[in-house]
């Protein structure tokens, strides 16, 4: 009886609220432990450990490792990236901690870290979002530098390209196909381009915080907002229960506020793994198959005990972990088309 009430009250999301989880209550809790999206979250996850494993806040972590993300030049995240369709690079992130804290800012131009920027935005503001030209006036007043607007080489030829064609279509993780899609596969450096990345961490102290930074789809339509500084649709926390984070098509992953809807799967039992797919096929439901052949969605997930997990809509998702266990692995997630 007690368990059809549970069942009842998770359908209605409504269990976490009065029951405590019953399906991991005998998981030792693993931490500390970062995940990141894509390959670029190798280096990124180095960055988070430093902080992790000398008893560092999960807050630091993710803001300190996407940071590494930011400043990798010829990267499709951060001021190296490519330019919306007026040829401007327009950035999106967000932070959130364990504490339903949480600070975003999109189109922001102009500014090296806007991950650094939402934090402030989520310390030192009464609000969560700001955008555009009041979001880089706060940065400024913040003490952050204002850089010249250059594309960086990679992007400029990719916009010179992208403006002899003008075509605006999705592409099917485009993050592991360089800049847009006339660009090489990959970077002199022989390492992958993409265009988001997505944190998680729990640290030693049993909190889990998460970021999100992106610099949006290439050659989007000016003041295009993507999912990454939404909180609940790009990135979501609840201490109680894990966090999600996300990449891909962002108008879909606002569609179903897909980060928070990861988090209330895990809240109802599910394994991370089984939550990310759980949204995915949510998405595949709302949507239509036949409307999902082309776009590329993937979530991660983190529970509080340092379970981790990931699905896609389509092959060819990735994503790094470290914790004791795994110096820095890449994960091929699993997908559902
Ligand atoms: N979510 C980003 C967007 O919609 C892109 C990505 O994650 O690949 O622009």
Not at 151 to 169: F, G, I, P, T, V
Request: aromatic share 8%; with cysteine.
């Amino acid at each position: 009886m007690q368990r059809r009430k549970f069942l009842e009250l998770s359908s209605l999301g409504l269990s976490g609220l009065t029951l405590p989880l019953f399906s991991y209550k005998n998981v030792a809790v693993k931490k500390p432990i970062v995940i990141s999206t894509w390959d670029a979250g190798i280096k990124a996850n180095k960055a988070a450990w430093e902080i992790l494993s000398k008893n560092g806040t999960a807050l630091d972590a993710v803001e300190k490792g996407v940071m590494i993300t930011e400043d990798a030049i010829s990267c499709c995240v951060g001021l190296g990236a490519n330019p919306d369709r007026d040829g401007f690079v327009t950035l999106d992130a967000s932070i959130m901690d364990h504490q339903f804290n949480c600070g975003s800012v999109a189109a922001l131009e102009r500014i090296q870290h806007p991950i650094s920027v939402a934090r402030k935005v989520m310390e030192n503001t009464p609000h969560v979002l700001l955008v555009g030209e009041g979001a880089q006036k706060f940065a400024v007043a913040s003490g952050f530098e204002l850089k010249e607007q250059n594309l960086s080489k990679d992007a400029e030829k990719a916009y010179k390209n992208w403006l002899e064609k003008n075509e605006y279509h999705p592409v099917i993780n485009r993050e592991n196909k360089g800049h847009g899609p006339f660009a090489p596969n990959t970077l002199e450096d022989g390492s992958y381009n993409h265009d988001t990345i997505g944190m998680i961490a729990l640290d030693n102290f049993g909190n889990l915080s998460g970021s999100c930074t992106t610099s949006g789809q290439g050659f989007k339509m000016r003041g295009r907002v993507d999912d990454s500084p939404i909180i609940g649709a790009g990135l979501y926390v609840d201490n109680e229960v894990g966090a999600a984070v996300s990449t891909g098509q962002g108008e879909d992953v606002i569609r179903i506020a897909g980060c928070h809807l990861v988090v209330e799967f895990m809240r109802q039992g599910n394994s991370p793994e089984i939550a990310c797919k759980k949204a995915i096929e949510r998405l595949i439901k709302v949507k239509g198959l036949e409307k999902c052949k082309d776009i590329q969605v993937c979530f991660i997930a983190l529970n509080n005990k340092g379970e981790h997990g990931a699905y896609a809509l389509h092959k060819g998702f990735n994503y790094a972990i470290q914790n004791s266990d795994y110096p820095n692995k890449l994960f091929d997630s699993k997908f559902i088309l």
